[in-house]
T-cell receptor
Framework: GAGVSQTPSNKVTEKGKYVELRCDPI?????LYWYRQSLGQGPEFLIY????????DSGLPNDRFFAVRPEGSVSTLKIQRTERGDSAVYLC?????????????FGPGTRLTVL | AQKVTQAQTEISVVEKEDVTLDCVYE???????LFWYKQPPSGELVFLIRRNSFDEQNEISGRYSWNFQKSTSSFNFTITASQVVDSAVYFCALSEVNGAGKSTFGDGTTLTVKP
């Protein structure tokens, strides 16, 4: 079956611009997670959705970052007024349940470069 | 706060050698889950193994085995008879039972298996 997909695979933008990153989770997975991975580091948690609601957004670095999941499936991570420090790979993962027991299924990521 | 440390940044072995990847974690919870993920050059993280904090029995699954020791907060992962296809970045991750699947990752160990 189809795995988690993310678009675009690469995004280059200029400092100060607005970007949207999209995640299509595995069909039927209720839990969706966003992580950010900088070069040489592990994924860093950003936000988690259970259904349509953001159950935990404690990892969002500041109010320039926002994410939605309006219909409980596709999610969009939005970054306003991008800064060079936002450059990273943004990973999306989904899981059948919001249980700590369940492994997460990761997408290929979106590589964001802010010039 | 939880923390995962992978002290080995890079490991290089020759094919057919056994290799052990170290992972040390910190958490205040008594119930938690530990994971190992593999990130091949293609970039997509793939789940490998899971262990819950109540089960310290070490297991073997094919060429993979793991050694969980709660007393030392370690969750080491061994690949026996390594193959070139095992070359990847390996991440250890921790999920607290009340964290709804939100995972804390180590910074990864890059494993290179040479033919």
């Amino acid at each position: 079956g189809a795995g988690v997909s993310q678009t675009p695979s690469n995004k280059v933008t200029e400092k100060g611009k607005y970007v949207e990153l999209r995640c299509d989770p595995i069909s039927g997975h209720t839990a969706l997670y966003w992580y950010r991975q900088s070069l040489g580091q592990g994924p860093e948690f950003l936000i988690y959705f259970q259904g349509t609601g953001a159950a935990d957004d404690s990892g969002l670095p500041n109010d320039r970052f926002f994410a939605v999941r309006p219909e409980g499936s596709v999610s969009t991570l939005k970054i306003q007024r991008t800064e060079r420090g936002d450059s990273a790979v943004y990973l999306c993962a989904s899981s059948p349940l919001d249980s700590s027991y369940n492994e997460q299924f990761f997408g290929p990521g979106t590589r964001l470069t802010v010039l | 706060a939880q923390k995962v440390t992978q002290a080995q940044t890079e490991i290089s072995v020759v094919e057919k050698e056994d290799v052990t990847l170290d992972c040390v974690y910190e958490t205040r919870d008594t119930t938690y889950y530990l994971f190992w993920y593999k990130q091949p050059p293609s970039g997509e993280l793939v789940f490998l193994i899971r262990r819950n904090s109540f089960d310290e029995q070490n297991e073997i699954s094919g060429r993979y085995s793991w050694n969980f020791q709660k007393s030392t907060s370690s969750f080491n992962f061994t690949i026996t008879a390594s193959q070139v296809v095992d070359s990847a970045v390996y991440f250890c991750a921790l999920s607290e039972v009340n964290g709804a699947g939100k995972s804390t990752f180590g910074d990864g160990t890059t494993l290179t298996v040479k033919p």
